[in-house]
């Protein structure tokens, strides 16, 4: 029994759509085994975004634990690529574990490549969660106050304010880091996305706090995650790979992940179950599915 697929091809602005005619998974999974027995060749990876693909407030979206299990299968590695700053790594690999997707080591985040601009002897004024307090432990740098800690001191040596999502900001938190910023304190962020997928709709993000304090300062960040290049280094040093042009970037927001993957050279896939209902224009050339289980048909029975 076959099944089909209509995805959609986004030349320079253009949607163009596809019929794509999937096996069926039984039969899939059968010449599979056939032609590669236990020994799976080496595949282009995939990087694949989680909030808005793969889960919504770590509920996940159908399809997606099944998809991530059969693009492994194949032989492609699949790299959870995120701008999700607030948890640590552990905890996201936990949270993925939960859903059945063993994620140890597969997983990078925002807070993780905005750790790569600071240096050990900086002393960071943080304005974020546990993901921005580890990220700055493991650059060496030294954490010298935390924005909501409760003090109104603003008269601190600081080298760096570093901003993340945390849903403690207040005024004094605004107060503080922008005033670090406009004593010469440099602005660093995990990410700029103003909003977050969740089962109940957007919400305000990272972004938004990062724009408040961008406002109140008068001085604009330097940005660690997608689509920013801190976040292509850390993802080429964790596959090993420099030349990423047979890779795939799978996410749900093209401001970010689909400018990700022209930072890195890789190709484009946005899903409709996140930010995006629609697919958009754009001078991007990239492919429109539904989710990450159509995509990953697609790649699988070599469609794409």
Not at 75 to 95: K, M, Y
Not at 235 to 263: H, K, N, P
């Amino acid at each position: 029994m076959l099944s089909v697929i209509v995805a959609q091809y986004v030349v320079r602005g253009r949607a163009i759509d596809t019929q794509v005619a999937i096996v069926s998974k039984t039969k899939r999974m059968k010449r599979f085994k056939t032609r590669h027995n236990r020994s799976v060749p080496a595949k282009p990876p995939v990087l694949c975004d989680l909030d808005g693909v793969v889960w919504l407030m770590h509920q996940p979206i159908a399809g997606s634990v099944d998809a991530i299990a059969l693009l492994r299968e194949a032989g492609h590695r699949v790299l959870f690529v995120t701008n999700n700053s607030f948890s640590t790594v552990a905890a996201q690999e936990q949270a993925l574990e939960n859903i059945g997707v063993v994620a140890q080591g597969d997983v990078c985040t925002s807070s993780q490549a905005a750790g790569l601009l600071l240096s050990p002897r900086d002393r960071v004024l943080l304005g974020g969660g546990p993901g921005v307090l580890e990220a700055i432990i493991e650059s060496g740098a030294t954490v010298a106050a935390r924005s909501d800690d409760g003090s109104r001191d603003l008269d601190i040596d600081i080298d760096a304010v570093v901003v993340g999502y945390h849903n403690t900001f207040d005024y004094w938190g605004l107060l503080r880091l922008a005033g670090a910023v406009r004593s010469g304190a440099r602005l660093i962020a995990t990410n700029d996305d103003a909003t977050y997928p969740t089962p109940n709709g957007l919400i305000p993000g990272g972004g938004s706090i990062l724009a408040a304090i961008v406002e109140a300062s008068g001085v604009r960040p330097t940005i660690g995650g997608k689509p920013h290049e801190p976040m292509a280094q850390l993802v080429r040093q964790r596959l090993g790979i420099e030349d990423l042009s047979s890779a795939w970037m799978v996410g749900d927001r093209a401001s970010t992940d689909g400018l990700f993957a022209r930072q890195v050279g890789c190709k484009f896939a946005q899903v409709l179950t996140g930010v995006a209902s629609s697919a958009f224009s754009s001078d991007i050339d990239h492919l429109v599915v539904s989710d990450l289980a159509s995509f990953a048909r697609m790649l699988i029975d070599a469609q794409i």
